[in-house]
């Protein structure tokens, strides 16, 4: 029995588990990073966009501040979002880009005077201030106020991830490669670390840890087509949801992109919008601004990915043997622009369609993207049902983005989230001392071999591939961008049915090392739970919020559903998951249910809205003279690590 | 304007039948030895060798091992050797090879893992620690995170991230002479890291110090200047200006 033991122990080596280790290694904890491969491969390196954080330094970031921030993140999320976390959020996002500014990543800066922009498919000229010069600059991108999307060039999330982790190799940080975790070690409510099968050897090893991180990243790939990597398949969240005590949250919250290439699904930064693209129809009509008069081609991504697909559904799409598409024109930007700023844009353009974006449109439609959901935490980032079980990342649901998130505020997440949250993960450790009985740590490893070797020994069964293609069919087909409650039933049926084939699996290769069909064994079925979770709790949400769309509940129902949907996994002999609620309280939100501004309001209203708006405005009239931190601090008091707490200076108004 | 999805750029037609050799060796498996089996496979509108690669290991052979992350060119998981020349497999058109026959080996000069995947994560660790590839100043971790951050020349932000952006995918070790011969050679991925480094303003190492890093024949005077790098990085970095500053860098200091 091979066990290896640590003080913080953090699944995942992108953006937000790096940031978690170095954290917690900062403190003085051993720490171990896992990942199923070398960390800057992970799929953070793949976001091109940006990152935002309320700098307000670009003149069209000016009057920018975390009151505009927390403001669109909220409206944003559909009011679906936690208000304390987006706050804890926008208040060390500018810490934590400026953090990565130090770490080495080349953020894009200000060139003072005059430039050429193109804003609502014209080419404008802005002036960037003197006394801006060389701070850090940002750019337009959808449902957001201000121009607040830091970047470098198109390749943010890659310049972030190689800095999180030379960080991480300067601070001497093992990260254990090509190791999968597949389960969770617990007992009673206290997570005491995680079994790992080694993808080259095939050995099991049980490690063993004060605090546990689950930073694994999205669930995209429970689709058929997704932009994200072929390994965000969701696995931390199944582990956590295996135990039966830690809940996932708002699993039915799943982002589709608007622009994606056909057929790959290969994306393309909103970047590409943010800086002057347009979306066109079959007759090369430039649709949007008919759907959103005021925000157009940038209205928040689900909206927009909502307007696509209605407008190809009017027979406006371009046919194609993939099925229909729209066009993404950036030709407008010109070359310059193009080959600097968009340039992973071009290479994918040039690569995977034989195209120039710089004289041809491009083909694109909406695509899963994001997952708002994943392990359920509190502010603190601990499972509220599990002890020492940590999450970060696009793998947890912190809840800072409700039921759509904004392009630009998940490399935040991870960075914030992960220098957040890796305190108190540091905290914990300090404060606890584990003793574990080697007989627990000896039962989960004799499980997990026991299941592998069941696999081994059928002969003839199901095709695990086969299975899982079905999943991705049934995700894609009947619970995506527009949902309805026949559809859902049938992906709920089907689903079922998919996860009791999987009791009949069968594993060609029998290699007990290296083997790529039995780690697709030990997946599929764990995938097919969390579809599962996200079909049954979009069956259970008769309302559309954000992403969440249902064609025969067409309002935003916040009388009945202003609440999260926990997923459990109570029994592992349970055909489907268990859905509980988590009410969020009107009356504690500094900003109380409103319009989005996008369509008609159609918003059922909660009865306490009223309340809590008529007592937001007494408050703030009760205060005469305060400033804005004082009347925010009367509203909404949240927590922060002592260290983060700090007011952050911008250019030309200080601290105000 | 185009109007059309141009996908099938090749003009072979779809229905090809496409012939891939491919090295297969499994150091785990006690007595496996390397040798190249032949796979065939329908070619489809717009395949890229990620597709072809899946395809044979779901409906042929279970066992075959490959590393693809991204599939968008992004991530570097997924060098090899494509008939000849290591590049990135998963935005590989297979339509590129009028004569469908394509042979597929492992990156040579990394671990071998199995079949097609090689252990560039260890190499590349490695690596940065070797050549310290993080900002080495004081400020990185002293600095005061609420004041305005120090302010930086955009041309310079810019000319950084024109080297940062390496991908860590080894084609360029892969591809170099000098490699082959000298085990402890840096090669041009770590130039590359030295370079970006070397020029960046928050890095107070002087050229001295990274005197003490490449100044010898392990490091830019064991360089031979042949180019291989240059010709086969995907994402076309500058190795040959790099690598000839850093040398010119380095004889001041000799
Ligand atoms: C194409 C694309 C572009 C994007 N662009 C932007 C953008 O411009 N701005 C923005 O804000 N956001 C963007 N996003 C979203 C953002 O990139 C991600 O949400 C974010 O990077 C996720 O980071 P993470 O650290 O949570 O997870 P990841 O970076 O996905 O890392 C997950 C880690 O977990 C490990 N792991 C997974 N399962 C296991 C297991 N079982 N055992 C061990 N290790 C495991 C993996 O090896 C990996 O290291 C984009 C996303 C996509 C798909
Ligand atoms: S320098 Fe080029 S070839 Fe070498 S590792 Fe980086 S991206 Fe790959
Ligand atoms: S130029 Fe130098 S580093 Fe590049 S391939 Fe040749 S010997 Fe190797
Ligand atoms: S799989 Fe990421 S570069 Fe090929």
Redesign the pocket.
């Known amino acids: 029995m091979k066990v290896v033991y640590t003080d913080s122990l953090v ?7 790096l940031r978690v280790a170095i954290a917690s290694k900062k403190r003085g904890m051993e720490t171990i990073v ?4 070398p ?1 800057k491969r ?3 390196a ?6 935002q954080a309320s700098l307000g330094a670009s003149i069209k970031g000016e009057g920018d501040n975390e009151d505009v921030h927390f403001g669109d993140t909220v409206k944003g999320s559909d009011w679906g979002c936690d208000q304390d976390v987006a706050r804890m959020f926008v208040n060390t996002a500018p810490k934590a880009i400026r953090e990565l500014a130090t770490w080495g990543v080349p953020w894009s800066r200000i060139r003072p005077g005059d430039r050429e922009v193109v804003v609502n498919a014209e080419k404008v000229t802005i002036t960037e201030k003197e006394e801006a010069e060389g701070l850090i600059t940002a750019r337009d991108f959808g449902g957001t106020k201000k121009w607040r999307t830091c970047f470098t060039a198109d390749g ?2 890659h310049t972030m991830l190689y800095a999180m982790d030379n960080k991480a190799i300067e601070l001497d940080i093992p990260v254990h490669e090509r ?3 597949i389960s969770l070690i617990h007992e009673g409510d206290q997570c005491y670390g995680a079994v790992v099968r080694d993808l080259v050897t095939g050995e099991l090893i049980a490690y063993v840890a004060k605090a546990t991180t689950i ?4 669930y995209g790939r429970i689709y058929a087509v997704s ?2 990597a072929v ?2 398949e969701g ?2 969240a199944a582990i956590a949801l295996e135990t039966g005590k830690a809940p996932l949250g708002n699993m039915e919250a799943v982002q589709f992109h608007p622009t994606a290439i056909v057929p790959v699904g290969i ?1 393309t ?2 970047g590409c919008r943010g800086d002057g693209g347009v979306l066109r129809d079959i007759d090369g009509y430039r649709f949007m601004p008919d759907y959103e008069p005021d925000k157009k081609e940038l209205a928040s991504r689900d909206v927009v990915s909502r307007r696509m697909t209605e407008h190809m559904r009017k027979g406006k799409g371009v046919p194609s043997p993939y099925g229909d598409h729209l066009w993404l024109d950036i030709t407008i930007l010109g070359k310059a622009h193009i080959e600097k700023n968009l340039r992973e844009v071009k290479e994918i353009c040039e690569y995977f369609l034989g195209i120039d974006p710089v004289t041809d449109w491009i083909p694109v439609r909406p695509t899963q ?2 997952s708002m959901g994943g392990v359920r935490t509190k502010p603190n980032g601990e499972s509220p049902g599990l002890k020492g079980l940590f999450s970060v ?3 947890a649901c912190w809840d800072m983005h409700g039921f759509n998130r904004l ?6 997440e ?1 960075a914030v989230s992960g220098m957040i949250v890796g305190e108190y993960v540091a905290d914990h450790c300090e404060q606890t001392d584990i003793s574990i009985p080697t007989s627990l740590v000896k039962g989960f490893l004799n499980r997990e071999q026991k299941n592998i070797d069941t696999l081994f020994a059928r002969e003839s069964g199901e095709n695990v591939y086969e299975l899982r293609d079905a999943m991705q069919t049934i995700m894609m087909d009947k619970v995506g961008i527009f949902r309805d409650g026949a559809h859902l039933q049938e992906a709920v049926d089907e689903l079922k049915a998919l996860l009791k084939r999987c009791d009949n699996i069968v594993v060609r290769d029998k290699a007990p090392s290296s083997n790529p069909e039995l780690v697709n064994a030990l997946r599929v079925p764990r995938m097919i739970k969390l579809a599962l979770t996200v079909a049954c709790g979009a069956l259970a949400r008769t309302e559309s919020r954000g992403a969440h769309s249902r064609e025969d509940y067409p309002e935003r129902n916040d009388r009945d559903w202003l609440k999260r949907t926990l997923s459990y996994w109570k029994n592992e002999n349970d055909e489907l998951p268990t859905l509980e609620y988590e009410d969020l309280d009107i009356m504690k939100m500094e900003m109380p249910p409103g319009f989005r501004g996008y369509g008609n309001d159609n918003t059922i209203h909660h009865p306490d809205t009223e309340r809590r708006l008529a007592e937001v405005e007494q408050i703030t009239a009760s205060m005469p003279n305060a400033d804005r931190h004082e009347i925010q601090e009367a509203l909404l008091k949240y927590d922060l690590p002592e260290k983060l707490k700090g007011k952050n200076e911008r250019v030309g108004v200080g601290y105000k | 304007m185009s109007d059309k999805i141009q996908i099938q750029a090749n003009g072979n037609g779809p229905g090809r039948k496409l012939k891939f050799n491919i090295l297969r060796y499994n150091p785990q498996l006690a007595g496996d030895k390397p040798r190249m089996v032949t796979y065939e496979v329908e070619e489809a509108a717009g395949m890229t060798i990620f597709i072809a690669l899946n395809e044979i290991r779901e409906k042929q052979e279970p066992s075959l091992q490959f590393d693809f992350v991204c599939r968008a060119g992004i991530c570097g998981s997924c060098g090899m050797v494509i008939n000849g020349r290591p590049d990135l497999a998963c935005r590989t058109l297979t339509a590129k090879f009028p004569s469908g026959e394509i042979t597929l080996l492992p990156l040579p000069a990394f671990e071998l893992i199995g079949d097609l995947s090689v252990n560039t994560g260890k190499f590349m660790r490695a690596m940065s620690e070797r050549i310290g590839s993080w900002i080495h100043s004081s400020d990185a971790d002293n600095r005061d995170l609420t004041i305005l951050e120090e302010r930086m020349d955009p041309d310079l932000a810019d000319e950084i991230y024109e080297l940062d952006r390496c991908v860590e995918c080894g084609c360029c070790i892969s591809a170099c002479g000098t490699k082959r011969m000298r085990d402890e050679f840096l090669g041009a991925v770590g130039f590359m890291h030295v370079a970006r480094f070397h020029m960046d303003s928050r890095d107070h190492r002087s050229d001295d110090d990274w005197y003490e890093v490449i100044g010898d024949d392990d490091g830019v005077f064991g360089c031979m200047t042949l180019l291989g790098c240059e010709d086969n990085c995907p994402k076309d970095l500058p190795h040959q200006t790099q690598i000839a500053f850093l040398r010119r860098s380095m004889v001041k200091v000799a």
């Not at chain 1, 995942?12 to 588990?17: E, P, Q, W």
């Not at chain 1, 793949?46 to 990152?51: K, L, S, T, Y």
């Not at chain 1, 930073?215 to 999205?218: E, M, R």
Request: glycine share 28%; hydrophobic share 35%.
């Open positions: 699944i995942g080596g992108g953006l937000a588990g896992l990942s199923l491969i960390a992970s799929h953070s793949a976001a091109q966009g940006g990152m943010t999330g190791k999968e975790v930073a694994t990243g999205g932009t994200n390994i965000c696995m931390g994306l930064t909103e993207h994001y990342g696009e793998g392009g630009g505020n998940s490399v935040a991870t």
